[in-house]
């Protein structure tokens, strides 16, 4: 049953309660106990510690400066800087979040470099963290470094969102400022804000927001910068919502939360006793490997039922959805925006100006009554963006990401995990062409040596557009060649590779400069530019190829004429 939200940040939160499930909590004067009065330094009492990575090395000689007046308050008041672990695990577990936590204190681990180790493995696979600024007493540099180290390994990997609340009792201007200055010198772009009074760092995929702890006599009921030990998940949710806001975004929320959900049904179906099965598959095919190749077939199925099954398009992107985000918007939007006239079916009037009631008729119906839509669309489509330059900047973006599975370009959502192989689909590139690999998939594994591919080049193209890779400014544009203008197939050309050796596949190697480049059997390097994905790579290579399957005859002119 899809539930009904009453506004678009209801309908953004709802998505990110049902995709959080994990957080850690890292803090070196945590306690079970709530007596103000007691010295927190105690040992670890639990960690989490997975997914090991090679994060950078802190000298145990660099400690940061030590503001005198916070050392004799630390001295006078130990315990105002502690955490109450009972109540913040319990008010996380009240929200059906998994609460994980890293303890350390001043002598365990002895050494900033393990300090700094187990605090990166700690926060890398959880949705979301709580970390205390001063890992060891008056030292925020273990924090500072943890979180450079988190967010270069999410810059590795691809990108992906990261929330991180400082849960301190420091200044939180000092703190905040220290932070944006290291982030600044890593090379990340920023932006900083303050609302209500909790300074927050901005970058691309990140949000990391400065909070302070219920001590030392801060009252949360004068200061929405402190927030008390059972409100930390609520603030937690508002954080991320901020962080995740978006239509799209909502729904590959839906979408990851739905799969999370239906995991362990989808483990089941894998069923140990099919291994014997799958033995004899592998044993009994031309190539072993297409067995493997089925099974992950059979997975993304299963995946994409999970995704069907919990209605995420039908609540997030439906009809009622992007009315509550078009409202969201409405005061970014003009008012009215002169358009040449749209017109309509029958005796419907037709449409001159965009404005709030328009954008409502066509996120409704769409072009249904449209009767003529030649040069139409892009007058509608940009009527949502507050600029024309945003709405082309941001229309090259959607492109991409509706038509290319990997890229080598800025921001590549799925940089690759290993070589690209060339297959069907593969784009290359040279300084003179770019080429599309439209050999057959099965042409291009197995290969025993030489081999010549075929590929169809792209046409640079502005105006009359089939693809955009991603480029500066609004990208590069191409123009599959199809029609009468290419009737002679001098578009298609071949390029011949041999595999490396012991491999039946012809791989790209990545150079220094971390591009890959194929080599061809006359030792030409060709870069990787791009993966369509499956069904686009078939749209685009029947758009051209039908070329080929015409069949020239001498016919009876009236009657040719005449056809339909």
Known sequence: MIEPVNNFDDLC????KAFLQTVVVIDNEASLASDASINTNTEPTAATQRRPSAPGKVKAT???AVDPRTQRERNNNPAGHRLELNKVSQAFAGEGLTCGVYLPTETDPADDNQLLNATVRAILPTDACVLDWQLRKGNSRPA??????????????GGRLR????????????????????????????????????????????????????TLGR??????????W???????????????????????????????????????????????????????????????????EVLQSELSLSIDACQAEQKVLGLESCMLWLHSRA?????????????????????????????????????RDVSSADGKHASVSCSFFDNEEKWKQYSSDYAVLT??????????????????????????????????????????????????????????????????????????????????????????????????????????????????????ACGAQWKWRAQLREMTAVHLAQKALHTIGRIGSNEFEWLRTSAK
Do not use: W
Request: net charge negative.
């Open 219 to 228: 009252n949360p009921s004068d200061d929405p910068a402190v927030v008390p």
């Open 144 to 157: 500072t470094e943890a979180i450079k180290q988190v967010l270069n390994t999410d810059k590795a990997e």
């Open 13 to 16: 939160s709802n998505a990110v």
């Open 403 to 520: 038509t290319i599975a990997r890229h080598s370009g800025e921001r590549a959502g799925r940089p690759p995990g290993e070589s690209p192989s060339l297959q069907f689909g593969t784009i290359i590139g040279s300084h003179e062409q770019t080429l599309l690999c439209i050999q057959p998939a099965c042409d291009t594994v197995r290969l025993r040596g030489e081999t010549g591919f075929l590929f169809l080049k792209l046409i640079p193209e502005d105006s009359e557009f089939d693809l955009v890779l991603p480029g500066s400014g609004n990208g590069t544009r191409y123009q599959i060649p199809d029609g009468y203008k290419f009737k002679h197939l001098r578009e298609l050309t071949t390029v011949h590779f041999k595999p490396l050796a012991e491999k039946d596949v012809i791989l790209a190697r990545n150079d220094d400069d971390g591009i890959y480049n194929f080599t061809d």
């Open 163 to 214: 929330l991180i609340l400082i849960y301190t009792a420091e200044k939180l201007e000092g703190a905040s400022t220290t932070l944006a200055k290291a982030l600044v010198s890593e090379g990340y772009e920023i932006k900083t804000d303050s609302p209500d009074t909790a300074p927050v760092i901005i970058g691309d995929h990140f949000r990391i927001t400065f909070i302070n702890k219920p």
């Open 62 to 64: 660099e400690k940061a």
């Open 230 to 296: 059972n409100l930390l998940p609520q603030r937690m949710i508002k954080e991320f919502t901020i962080l995740a806001r978006g239509l799209l975004r909502a729904f590959a929320l839906e979408s990851v939360a739905a799969v999370r959900r239906d995991i362990h049904r989808i483990l089941a179906q894998f069923d140990e006793e099919l291994d014997p099965v799958y033995a004899g598959d592998r044993a009994t095919k031309p190539d072993p490997n297409d067995a493997g190749r089925l099974m992950v």
């Open 331 to 367: 005061g970014r939007l003009p008012q009215e925006k002169p358009v040449s006239a749209i017109k309509r079916t029958g005796e419907l009037p037709k449409i001159k100006s965009i404005n709030t009631e328009t954008r409502k008729l066509f996120l409704t119906d769409g072009f």
